[in-house]
């Protein structure tokens, strides 16, 4: 069998622990048998990042807005802990903020759905794909405790030192303040994400905030979502049959509960973080979750939303035989793929990363499946298998 041809390298960012050893699996097992791979790699394992003093990081993410499609493996975050265990020369900061640094994108993260294994919510049956700003809000705050009487004010000094004062309380005794932002730039760039993916995906966009409450600060957020649907995207959408839909926070909560799912939910950072973790959990497991990055720079970063299953790595490490789901992580590997496809016009190229994640989605439906499925499948006459054995199961459907 010949087989099929890459014109422009992915970008590969290999990474730690498990998903390390699953990433070396995917490619031998499912991507080389069929695929010319043509990567340009980076080595995004903590004890490279260490060496390079994180360079390689900030390569991967320019060779990403260079090439447009990168593919990325589970990565440490560096603590306390790890420092030790590395010998790092300093804590190093989240590859995955890094890189949306650089790439200033939205996350994009949607469950994978599988016959037999039901979502806690009974009647979701397709996707929601939910879509976190990734900037600022509570993320950056700044804090007070206060000790006692006095007066809490918000001051802003312009350039020229002109001030603006507004006064947040007047303390009769102790308490607390906050201070957050955003800017306009970076709202206005998530704007652009939700509504090209949406276009992209071919899905309704809802965005919520709470603007009857808060009136300058959420109500940005919705004007400029607004804005730039109403001067640049309301006539790509009716071309395209899909909506922009725009309600409170508490109302879109309510809603997403009673219907049956395949739009995308843009939330503020903070709703982003506690409601991506209520949906992957209610659709069923975090092995199943994807997530992209989104540049409004043009540039596509896919990955698993789990981390590098570290539990699994020790016992791995001390001789058990890797029993993890690689699922999110070829799926990884599939959506960039088929991205990369699209881009070339390499029409086969797309057509194995759907054929990949159908065989993956068959398997698993057959009743082959890993031990965090099996927990929550009604699928009848199940078999639990490990790693290696689920990777034969597909290899033999692909
Ligand atoms: P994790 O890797 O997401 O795993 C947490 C637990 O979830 C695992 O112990 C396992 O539960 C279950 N799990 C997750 N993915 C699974 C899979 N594919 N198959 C089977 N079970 C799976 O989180 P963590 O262990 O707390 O974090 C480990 C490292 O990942 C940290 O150093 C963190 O910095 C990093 N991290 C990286 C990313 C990223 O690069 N995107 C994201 C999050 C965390 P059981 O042990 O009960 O089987
Ligand atoms: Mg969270």
Not at 32 to 37: A, G, K
Not at 258 to 267: D, S
Not at 344 to 352: G, R, S
Request: hydrophobic share 40%; charged share 25%; proline share 4%.
């Amino acid at each position: 069998m010949s087989k099929i041809q890459m014109t422009t390298p992915l970008v590969e960012m290999d990474g730690d622990e498990m998903t390390r050893i699953l990433w070396q699996m995917i490619k031998d097992e499912l991507i080389l048998p069929y695929v010319d791979l043509k990567t340009e790699y980076y080595d995004l394992g903590l004890k490279h990042r260490n060496e390079t003093d994180d360079q390689v990081t900030v390569d991967s993410a320019n060779a990403t807005l260079k090439y447009g499609v990168a593919v990325k493996c589970a990565t440490i975050t560096p603590n306390a802990a790890r420092v030790k265990e590395y010998d790092l020369k300093e804590m190093w900061k989240s590859p995955n903020g890094t890189i949306r640094a650089i790439l200033d994108g939205t996350v994009f993260r949607a469950p994978i759905i599988i016959k037999g294994i039901n979502p806690v919510v009974s009647c979701w049956k397709k996707p929601i794909t939910l879509a976190r700003h990734a900037y600022g809000d509570v993320y950056k705050n700044v804090e007070i405790k206060v000790p006692g009487p006095g007066k809490a004010e918000l001051v802003f000094t312009a350039a020229d030192g002109t001030e603006t004062r507004e006064t947040i309380h007047e303390f009769k005794g102790p308490g607390i303040i906050q201070g957050i932002h955003n800017t306009i730039a970076s709202i206005t760039s998530f704007a652009y994400a939700c509504f090209n993916y949406a276009l992209e995906t071919k899905q309704d966009l809802w965005f919520a905030t709470k603007d009857t409450i808060s009136k300058k600060y959420d109500h940005t957020f919705k004007d400029i979502f607004q804005d730039i649907y109403d001067s640049e995207y309301k006539e790509k959408f009716e071309k395209a049959g899909i909506k922009y839909f725009y309600t409170l926070i508490d109302d879109a909560v309510a809603r997403v509960v009673k219907e049956e799912g395949g739009f995308i939910w843009a939330c503020k950072n903070y709703d982003g973080d506690v409601m991506s973790d209520m949906v992957s959990s209610a659709f069923g497991s975090l092995s199943m979750m994807t997530s992209v990055l989104v540049s409004p720079k043009g540039a596509f970063e896919y990955e698993a939303a789990h981390g590098t299953i570290q539990r699994h790595y020790y016992r791995y490490l001390e001789g058990e035989e890797p029993k993890s789901n690689p699922v999110a992580t070829i799926f990884a590997w599939s959506g960039a793929l088929k991205k990369r496809g699209e881009l070339d016009n390499l029409p086969e190229l797309t057509a194995f990363g759907e054929k990949l994640e159908k065989a993956v989605v068959d398997t698993i439906e057959s009743g082959v499946m890993t031990a965090d499925l099996a927990r929550l499948s009604v699928i009848e006459n199940a078999k639990t298998v490990n790693t290696k054995e689920f990777f034969a199961a597909i290899r033999e459907r692909l």
